[in-house]
């Protein structure tokens, strides 16, 4: 398997796309990474990175210039980095790449359970650095959470197994390639939508008020029946790679 940047080779840009994910429904309804997320593809492509596994696209890494100190990152998370992209992209100015954000990492289904996320995101810190990054963060999605969606985001952020590393296992690659747990965005990801949109991605009545469970959900999802709306607040894990 090769990775390649879409800087090296841009005609890869619809093998990169095509990767299927199998995130739920109501994901695909977040409204800033449906401005931003493949604008910040055509825009940064030294930083969006795809495995091929011969002609398949077997894997792919989305990020994006970011700036901030990551002592104290934002709480908007990754609807943060992708608006701060979009910014960046309008106003014309010259990224500055000392401090990256990835967005996404995503392995094809066919290929999941090799190893190939952690072979990737290696990939990505030593391109990075090459790049000038010094400071690699991520709001990353705990892949795991979702099988707990009462518990508590930052209890379960520092979690950890007998041996140290994480619990979960997406941070955990993290941690193993040199990514440190620095904190909650409690806002990472947030998702309106009126009770029939809800009903529509979840399939459930959405007839009663306070925190609803859906399927893949971090947290539970907020409903107002009198407003007629519904509102999820995806809390992702601040981790940050020192790339120096
Ligand atoms: C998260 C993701 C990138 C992991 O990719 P992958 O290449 O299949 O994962 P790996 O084979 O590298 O495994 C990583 C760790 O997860 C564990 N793991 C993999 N699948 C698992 C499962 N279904 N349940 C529990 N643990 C699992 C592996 O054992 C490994 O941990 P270990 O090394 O401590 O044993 C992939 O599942 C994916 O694309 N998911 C959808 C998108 C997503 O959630 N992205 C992350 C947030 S942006």
Not at 152 to 173: F, I, K, N, S, T
Not at 202 to 229: C, K, S
Request: glycine share 10%; aromatic share 6%.
């Amino acid at each position: 398997m090769e990775i390649y940047s879409l800087a090296e080779r841009p005609e890869l840009v619809d093998a990169f796309l095509s990767i299927k994910g199998d995130w739920p429904e109501f994901m695909l309804h977040d409204p800033t990474s449906d401005r931003a997320y493949e604008s910040a593809v055509a825009g940064f492509p030294e930083l969006h990175l795809v495995v091929m596994d011969g002609d398949v696209a077997a894997a792919r890494l989305h990020a994006v210039p970011f700036a901030g100190a990551v002592e104290a990152l934002p709480p908007r998370g990754w609807d943060h980095a992708l608006q701060r992209a979009e910014w960046l992209l309008a106003s014309g100015e010259t990224p500055d790449l000392r401090t990256i954000s990835l967005i996404e990492a995503r392995v094809a289904l066919s290929h999941r359970g090799h190893g190939l996320s952690g072979r990737l995101l290696q990939e990505a810190r030593q391109r990075y650095a090459a790049l000038g990054c010094r400071d690699l963060v991520a709001p990353v999605r705990p892949t795991r959470k979702s099988l707990e969606p009462g518990s508590d985001a930052m209890e379960y952020a520092h979690r950890v197994r007998e041996d140290g590393l994480p619990a979960d296992p997406w941070l955990r690659v993290h941690v193993r390639l040199g990514g440190r747990v620095v904190g909650v965005a409690p806002l990472s990801m947030v998702i309106p939508g009126t009770l029939a949109q809800w009903r529509q991605w979840t399939g459930l009545p959405f007839d009663t008020d306070g925190p609803v469970e859906v399927e893949g959900g971090l947290t539970p999802v907020h409903v107002d029946v009198a407003g007629g709306h519904a509102v999820y607040v995806e809390p992702n894990v601040w981790m940050h790679h020192d790339l120096r």
